[in-house]
Every structure is written in structure tokens, then in C-alpha cells.
Nanobody
Framework: VQLVESGGGLVQPGGSLRLSCAAS????????MSWYRQAPGKERELVAG????????NLADSVKGRFTISRDNAKNRVYLQMNSLKFEDTAVYYC???????????WGQGTQVTVSS
């Protein structure tokens, strides 16, 4: 299993970023996927999940109305569109298989999102 996250960066409050996760080593289209984040000194938390077909999603209360999760099964990729970013969104973002909990113990390197003025 390999998970490679990208798309992070430094953005001002109110800005947007689109994260991408390239997955390999398993049959991507058969698995729900999810995004997590870990801020300094905090535990990793679930941010968003999406069903295997992409028709159903779930978002943490803290990001509802601002973030959108989507996937492209033809490309084995899952995305996280982040709008109206806030200081508290600063974290390293990771993806994994599974919708409500990480399926694999293997994690990618993550992608750093920093919201700062």
C-alpha cells in the first residue's frame, strides 16, 4: 500500500487549497477513502470520508460548508477541496482507505497546510 499526498502549502486565512492523494497497492475503487489531519501537539483526527463509488460523503463538523471530498477512481486519487481556510486548519493532512477509520497502518508522508497571515 502506498499513499502519496500533495497540494499543501502556505495560504492566508480565507484562502483555498486542493489536496490530492495518489493511492496504489490495493483495488482503490473498492474502498472508501478518507482524509485526516494532525496539528502540532494534537492527535490525528478524521476530516472527511467518501464511499467507494463517491456517492456518499461525511465531513467533520469543523469543516462542514468549507471542505469537499471527492475521488476519481479512474486515476486512483482522492481529493480534498478546502475553502475559507482558518488558522485552526493548520496541520499535516493524510489520506487512508476506510471511511470512518483508517484501514491501513501504513501512512504517507502527509502534506503540510499552513494558514497564516
Amino acid at each position: 500500500v502506498q499513499l502519496v499526498e500533495s497540494g499543501g502549502g502556505l495560504v492566508q486565512p480565507g484562502g483555498s487549497l486542493r489536496l490530492s492523494c495518489a493511492a496504489s497497492g490495493f483495488t482503490f475503487s473498492r474502498y472508501a477513502m478518507s482524509w485526516y489531519r494532525q496539528a502540532p501537539g494534537k492527535e490525528r483526527e478524521l476530516v472527511a470520508g467518501i464511499s467507494s463509488g463517491g456517492g456518499s460523503t461525511n465531513l467533520a463538523d469543523s469543516v462542514k460548508g468549507r471542505f469537499t471530498i471527492s475521488r476519481d477512481n479512474a486515476k486512483n486519487r482522492v481529493y480534498l477541496q478546502m475553502n475559507s481556510l482558518k488558522f485552526e486548519d493548520t496541520a499535516v493532512y493524510y489520506c487512508n482507505a476506510g471511511r470512518w477509520a483508517a484501514l491501513y497502518d501504513t501512512w504517507g508522508q502527509g502534506t503540510q497546510v499552513t494558514v497564516s497571515s
